[in-house]
């Protein structure tokens, strides 16, 4: 299951997550080193400053201590100015015996811990450092409380890493902005595939590609003109086919023909049953045709065209052909308009289906309306029976007759479903139809001309 999740996320997004969590934890820890080398340093520095101070008191109390009359008592260094922070450094002077000789403002009143020997020493609150006189009699002890390091440390690292903090969302858009931008060509050529379909089988532009891509393309357009090659040789066959056994069934539909009219009796009930069948059969044969002609993809059109006019053709022509034609009703709005770049061969082909269909499947003793309405919308009802989810999403498959006993191939529906998909118009199979508890409804939607609309 989590490796099915981290299939189906996006390149993008696994890019960002990875290159930001691998220099957030350079950054970190560029970071610590930072802190590290500073705390050596910054120790360094104290000790330093430590050691020079008790070197430089050291004869700064000698001359004190010489300068004195009577005995040495222990002597407090005061501030001039009383509400001054608390000192870094303290220090005490203390003879060879421990005794403080001179303590600074802020130094304890008790001797330091520190043992009376030049160099440094620590307890857990102070760094020491004892200074000595030459003849061993005066010791100089300063302390720097452990504390003022520990500050110092803590706002140099916090110097370190706030601004990594702030560096984090600001990475993570410039890395977003540099990853789509890097892998734009991969959406580029991801769509361009996508697009691909039986009526497109242009190759795919692979000069603007980076180099690492442009195999892919180059096998993707190898895979396309085999893959072209092959529906040209099926569409071919099944429109040859199709053209080609026209002529010999319409022959011997007429021979057939020709001896029912010679017959009569149990004979000519035979014959009638294969002019059914071929009649049948060049129904078929028919419908095979057109699908060739879908397949070819004609329903792309470039010319601006009235496809109103056309609807009304195809209606006038029904009705002089089919001698149900009376049932067929055609409504036309007010102001109602079907005009755009179509195919005028590929719109005529879904309407003599869908009209076929309507016609063939729909109940004989109720009208088929054929309805223009504003906004691009053709209707087409008949009424029937309401069908189930499962019988429409039947009938729209190819050969799919679904609960019928009316005579079709099943390829009606399906080839008017291919054609209007490269017109880029809209189906919509509804049963019940729309105000009405039965009947069905096949409504086509024109987008361009609502959008005009």
């Known amino acids: 299951m989590t490796q099915q999740k981290l299939r189906a996320q996006s390149m993008t997004q696994r890019l960002i997550l990875w290159l930001t969590g691998a220099a957030v934890s350079f950054w970190l820890i560029a970071a610590c080193l930072g802190v590290s080398v500073m705390k050596d340093e910054f120790d360094e520095f104290f000790d330093g400053s430590l050691q020079e101070t008790a070197e430089r008191l050291m004869p700064l109390v000698l001359d004190d201590l010489q300068r004195r009359e009577g005995p040495t008592s222990p002597k407090h260094i005061q501030r001039e100015v009383e509400d001054m922070d608390d000192e870094y450094l303290v220090y005490q002077a203390r003879d060879a015996s421990g005794k403080i000789l001179i303590r600074s403002h802020d130094a304890p009143e008790k001797p330091f811990e520190a043992p009376l020997k030049r160099g440094f020493w620590k307890n857990d609150a102070y760094q020491f450092y004892t200074a000595r006189a030459a003849d061993n009699t005066v010791f100089v002890q300063v302390a720097d409380a452990l504390e003022n390091r520990t500050e110092a440390v803590t706002e140099g690292g916090m110097a370190l890493f706030l601004p990594v903090l702030i560096l984090i969302p600001v990475s993570v858009l410039l890395i977003w902005l540099i990853v789509r931008r890097t892998l734009a060509p991969v959406d580029d050529l991801r769509k361009a595939i996508e697009e691909k379909d039986g009526g497109n089988m242009a190759p795919v532009p692979s000069g603007m590609l980076p180099r690492e891509l442009r195999s892919i393309a180059r096998s993707v357009n190898h895979l396309l003109t085999r893959l072209q090659s092959a529906l040209d040789a099926e569409r071919e066959f099944a429109a040859n086919s199709a053209h080609e056994l026209r002529t010999p069934i319409a022959g011997a539909l007429a021979q057939t023909q020709m001896l029912i009219a010679e017959l009569d009796g149990p004979k000519m ?45 195809v209606v006038t022509d029904f009705e002089h052909s089919d001698p149900a034609s009376s049932r067929l009703r055609f409504h036309r709005q007010a102001g109602a308009v079907l005009e755009g770049s179509y ?57 799919g007759r679904g609960a019928t006993t009316s005579a079709g191939s099943g390829l009606g529906l399906s080839i008017a479903e291919r054609l209007l998909q490269q017109m880029n118009v809209g189906l919509e199979v509804l049963s019940p139809a729309t105000d009405r508890d039965e009947g069905f409804e096949v409504v086509l939607r024109f987008p361009s001309i609502a959008d005009a609309a």
Not at 357 to 374: C, W
Not at 377 to 388: D, K, P
């Open 269 to 313: 009930r035979r014959a009638q049953q294969i002019e059914i069948s071929l009649v049948s059969l060049g129904h078929t044969a028919e419908k095979l045709l057109q699908l060739a002609r879908a397949e070819a993809g004609i329903g792309a059109g470039s010319e601006h065209v009235d496809l109103a006019s056309v609807l009304e053709l």
């Open 343 to 399: 195919s005028v061969d590929a719109f005529a082909i879904v309407l003599r289906n869908l009209i076929e269909n309507a016609m063939s499947h729909g109940r004989k003793d109720e009208a088929v309306d054929v309805r223009l309405e504003k906004g691009g919308v053709v209707r087409i009802v008949n009424g029937a029976a309401a069908l189930s989810p499962g019988e429409l999403i039947s009938i729209r498959k190819r050969f």
